[in-house]
């Protein structure tokens, strides 16, 4: 039921266009995946995802076990039809949240103790939970529970993370998913070169239908990201969609396809909107500014999408200066569309061969 | 450009259909007129109000004075524009908010000096600001700057207010607005019998196409309310619509429009909506409820409404519990929903000249 072929390999870079077949509906990559942390993505509806060309988002089992509990979302007859999501989603395992976000967790090696992040209850979080609860919410791309490092930490601790997480990867496969779902396992290795290739060797056995790249974006600065994806870029397989967690900024989203990265996703759009912020091909409007008090034109002048066909900057940054909702909502549609169609003029560059062309357009342009 | 008409009157009640055409398109009434106070109905698109069939929606002047300012409006082509609604749009004087949001208020013949309820800034509103800021936002309907007050006052206050309101307006109607532009203006008096019937006989004379109660709603119980429009029934014209401001409940409404009103605003049903609660045929259902976890039945059974053909309570209260923006915006969309259903079934029963039935089988299962 899944399915993936690379559709072009652009001479330039590496950066491919493929075409990824799951049980839900058929992605275009590479493809930026908008986040639904708690099975909704924050302010917006199905049908405005929809309509600004979402192939694919993403929820959070951390979040989804917490609160409704992924028992409730079974009965509710899953994910999809708990949200009203028809197209493909994929669930992260949980791993990365366990440490971002609780407090008191204690690693061991059967899983880890962790304290919710609202109401401090204590919880035992394992591979095999994990998959379970991923089954329960019925994803069709169901992350491996792994144990994701800070950029700050030694090789020692780096070490100890990667072994254990290939450890708990042979785990998680023995899990048996629902038939309209697969597994991705998760590549970690912090920035240490040599980690990062041990870490790949122990999860290719694994890797089906899609492969993830762990543990960046956790502090480092980029440049040592795009490090690392240089080093994996020639040994990833060439056959799947490689996915880059957790990123999601124009210029990272163009320095990993540029590395032969696939997937994308981050809460950054949806976030950054709520705040007032708008991303444009010339790097962030903050809209609050009094700059844009009585400026009509919309956020973008050639977007396509709902906020900037239909409402002004002036507009926008009323609502967002007294809390309007309508206004981060108009925000988060823009910030999400933004993305996708950088993916999409990156489609475009990829068939044409002239991706580093592109590159060199874009950040002519652009502020980081 | 505006032309009201009674299509029939219940023969049990008094209750009527009309059809009010403005520029901005015909409303049938009675109506109910969801609160963009902010030029938003707070969370929702004017699509989701077309869908839900919303037929003319209020603002406020009071906050659009403040905030982002009349000038800005008027410079992005007034409130339709700005706000992306092609409907008519009422606004209030700015009167009532004068009095209940602000803080170190005084009131003098010339007008009403206020802070801003959010900076603390001095402004003096006087009958002719107002009126000019109305014209500046260019909605449909402007209302007269009257002085409300609240259900406790005397009769002393009371009939100060009301005189000094009547002079108001007809300095209100000094003023010369747009084209596609009328004025309500408003009848006081507080719960006082001869008082209210004085009011309007001052505003009778500068009712051209719609007349306005207001001054209730502010703290009287709710039969003190019924009777004061008991009083005003047969002394209204009949030949323009008549606003009763703030109401917004099911059984105010129903109860208005058995005394012959036609129009109702609140904020009420998007207010709680955010608060999650639902409203519906047998009263008010507190979606948070630990009971609604796992019923995955929609909010209410036979609604047509986005909501509830497309998410279950388990859904939105999981929304609402996590304090997603999505769980008020779907309450939000089925409350509005469920007030104009009301209105539409109350047309049905008019024609029918079977609106005392209706009252009877509404409250039977109905609980306040």
């Known amino acids: 039921m899944f399915k993936y072929e690379v559709i072009h390999t652009c001479a330039q870079t590496g950066a491919r266009v493929g075409k990824f077949t799951t049980p839900n509906g058929v992605i275009e990559t590479p493809v930026f995946m908008p986040v639904g942390t708690l099975?909704?993505?924050k302010a917006l509806s199905p049908e405005e995802l929809v309509a600004e060309e979402t192939s694919i988002i993403l929820a959070n089992t951390y979040h989804l076990y917490l609160r409704p509990g992924h028992d409730i979302i079974e009965r509710a007859g899953g994910l999809h039809k708990f949200m009203n999501w028809n197209r493909p989603i994929l669930t992260d395992s949980g791993g990365f949240q366990v440490f971002s976000l609780s407090t008191l967790r204690k690693i061991n090696e059967e899983g880890v103790f962790f304290n919710s992040f609202f109401d401090g209850s204590r919880h035992f979080l394992t591979p095999e939970l994990s998959m379970k609860i991923q089954k329960a919410l019925g994803s069709n791309i169901a992350m491996a529970f792994d144990e994701?490092?800070?950029?700050?930490?030694?090789?020692?601790?780096?070490?100890?993370?990667?072994d254990r997480t290939a450890r708990w990867l042979d785990r998680c496969s023995k899990i048996e998913l629902n038939d309209d779902q697969i597994m991705f396992p998760i590549v970690q290795g912090n920035m240490y070169e040599?980690?990062?290739k041990e870490s790949l060797d122990k999860t290719l056995p694994y890797a089906k239908c899609g492969i993830a790249i762990g543990g960046l974006s956790v502090g480092e600065p980029k440049p040592k990201m795009y490090e690392m994806l240089d080093i994996l870029k020639p040994?990833?397989?060439?056959?799947?969609?490689?996915?880059?967690?957790?990123?999601?900024?124009?210029?990272?989203?163009?320095?990993?396809?540029?590395r032969g990265i696939d997937m994308f996703d981050c809460v950054l759009p949806t976030r950054i909107a709520r705040n007032g912020t708008a991303m444009t091909r010339r790097g962030d409007l903050t809209i609050r500014n009094a700059a844009y008090k009585d400026d009509f034109r919309p956020v973008e002048e050639d977007c396509d999408c709902y906020a900037c066909k239909n409402y002004s900057r002036a507009y926008i940054r009323h609502l967002i200066n007294t809390d309007e909702i309508f206004?981060?909502?108009?925000?988060?549609?823009?910030?999400?569309?933004?993305?996708?169609?950088?993916?999409?003029d990156l489609k475009k560059a990829i068939l044409e061969d002239k991706t580093a062309d592109f590159y060199k357009d874009f950040f002519k342009d652009y502020k980081i």
Chains 1, 2 share one sequence.
């Open 327 to 344: 206004g981060g909502r108009l925000l988060s549609i823009h910030n999400i569309r933004f993305l996708i169609k950088l993916t999409n």
């Open 148 to 162: 994701c490092t800070d950029a700050k930490v030694d090789r020692t601790t780096a070490k100890t993370a990667l």
């Open 194 to 196: 040599d980690l990062r």
């Open 235 to 258: 040994l990833l397989p060439n056959d799947m969609p490689r996915y880059l967690m957790g990123v999601g900024s124009a210029d990272c989203i163009i320095e990993g396809v540029m």
């Open 39 to 41: 099975a909704s993505v």
